[in-house]
């Protein structure tokens, strides 16, 4: 509390750092320094641009991506056995689980059809006016994604069904304990009880067509579909099928399949689809969000505390 | 615990009573009875068709209206001076402060431009795609929706300033203590601090046009306006130019001025707008959020406990 200079911290690989990090590193704790001084090292470049071989100064490094593979195989981790590395893990999901908010409340409050309105239509919109409030959202994935979702939906009176692979609880900050959690062997339990849906797992063998013809017979003429995952994850014929046919209320997809999705496909004219061409955390996003991240583990790093997001070299991830 | 029976309450006007309303009331721990054996007496109908003289048994009234001034003026709370009225008020909340949510997160995820695409414009929408985290909403009006939206915003990682008459803190359930509450009176020194506008405030004369040329050339080019209150809180042609130069984001409007929107009117087709004909609370969603407010009062009047939103005969409100 009472020292000037905080703990050193270098910003590589731009010369100079982005004010945002800069910043972020002040906020936590740091004193922006060169990498020969620094204890800690925030990196924000491609793997091909990170240093050969750190000084044995260096402490810590964080990494700017939440999926660290790439700096595994290029033994980057592996080459500094007494530096700890942070991934980004977690930092991406706020802004995703947003957008997966945005979609979903303006496909229950109606928004596409009512946007494309240009008279007073009140008397014909109320039926189709709904709300979240005492409806079911069961969320695929209880990640990074899923478990940001949560705290956002509870709020506006929504129950929700978390479903994971290992049907453990989920936890974490804003998540209620009430929260129902249903492992993915049992996903077809949920169907009946489930108003929405939002996909949010990762795309493997076992999720490739999650949802399908059989998922969404289950679902209601007022159900919408929300996938901010990967396009796989659902049978878009399927998905067009009940569209076209009105027997869910509507998608929202930030991700399709094929991705891109060429032009003239049905999803583009639907009216029921809201479709956001992968843009759900956009590259300005991304920096603001890495720069929390980032600020929150210098912090940490300062306080000499548990860091978010440690990377297992034995594990690899 | 251990009886069957529950505490009498009748429901009126409608015979048979409507289905949401029997089951608030028994959820709540009361029996539907007839008037004349009720202790409680929930009433779903308009001040016509209200008894002119309630039975002895009766001693609490749940009315069926967030304000009760035609009651009042109908003496039909003042000729039941041993029984206690209890009013609607806050029940209707919550279906607006969803639906303003809804349209903020729709512009600032720049949902109305991606619905009209039917290319894949990745690139191109990236730098539009906004966020609320970090932002700042300054809610102008901290009433019952103002006080219904602030813990839908708080988890999205928004600041909140709240501007009411007296500048006495804000407070409620879900409600941080960190929430800034402005007298209206210093209105003016929130506009630099401020990124998106809810307009949740009564009409009133000091309310109308309370955003104006003034206020919008404040705000920036990403910032949204939400109306949900009275059109004639906003002056209509500052807003229309505004949106035509492009100085603000865009508009959310639930209400209008002139209401209804005349067709050929500017709004109804300038791409930032996102305009709903007034039904933010539409008939289906007040009746099941009167159902809610039923339910808790039964289950407040089963245990003795304070009802909610008692209304005082004194003053009339």
Redesign the interface.
């Given at each position: 509390m009472s020292s000037t200079a905080g703990v050193p911290i270098a910003i590589g690989p731009a010369d100079p750092a982005p004010t945002l990090l800069v910043k972020a590193v002040t906020e936590g704790g740091g004193t922006v320094t060169d990498l020969d001084e620094a204890h800690g090292f925030v990196f924000a470049g491609p793997v091909s641009a990170f240093p050969e071989r750190l000084p044995a100064n260096v402490r810590w490094v964080q990494l700017p991506a939440a999926g660290v593979e790439d700096w595994f195989a290029a033994g980057i981790i592996q080459a500094h056995p007494g530096v700890e590395f942070t991934s980004a893990a977690g930092a991406f999901a706020?802004?995703v689980a947003?957008?997966a908010?945005?979609?979903l409340?303006?496909g229950?409050?109606?928004?596409?059809e009512?946007?494309r309105?240009?008279?007073?239509?009140?008397e014909e919109?109320?039926?189709h006016?709904?709300?979240?409030?005492?409806k079911t959202v069961t969320i695929l994935g209880a990640g990074g994604i899923g478990r940001a979702l949560i705290?956002?939906l509870?709020?506006?009176?929504t129950r929700i069904i978390a479903v994971n692979r290992s049907g453990r609880p989920v936890t974490g900050p804003?998540i209620p304990d009430d929260v129902e959690t249903v492992p993915a062997d049992q996903l077809g339990r949920v169907w009946s009880h489930t108003d929405h849906v939002v996909i949010a797992a990762p795309a493997t063998a076992e999720t490739r067509h999650i949802v399908g013809a059989e998922e969404l017979a289950r679902l209601g003429p007022t159900s919408w579909v929300i996938n901010v995952a990967r396009g796989s994850l659902i049978d878009t014929d399927a998905l067009v099928a009940a569209l076209t046919a009105g027997s869910i209320g509507g998608a929202g997809l930030d991700v399709t399949d094929p991705e891109?999705?060429p032009?003239g496909h049905p999803l583009?004219?639907l009216p029921t689809v809201?479709?956001?061409?992968?843009?759900?955390n956009?590259?300005?996003?991304r920096l603001?969000?890495f720069a929390d991240h980032v600020a929150a583990n210098v912090a940490r790093f300062v306080a000499g505390a548990e860091l978010l997001a440690p990377i297992d070299p034995a594990r690899g991830y």
């Open positions: 706020a802004s947003e957008h908010l945005a979609m409340l303006a229950v409050r109606y928004l596409p009512q946007l309105a240009t008279s007073w239509r009140q919109f109320y039926p006016v709904g709300s979240l409030r005492g705290p956002l509870v709020p506006l009176g804003g891109p999705l032009d583009w004219t809201i479709l956001t061409p992968h843009d759900s956009p590259p300005h996003l603001a969000a």
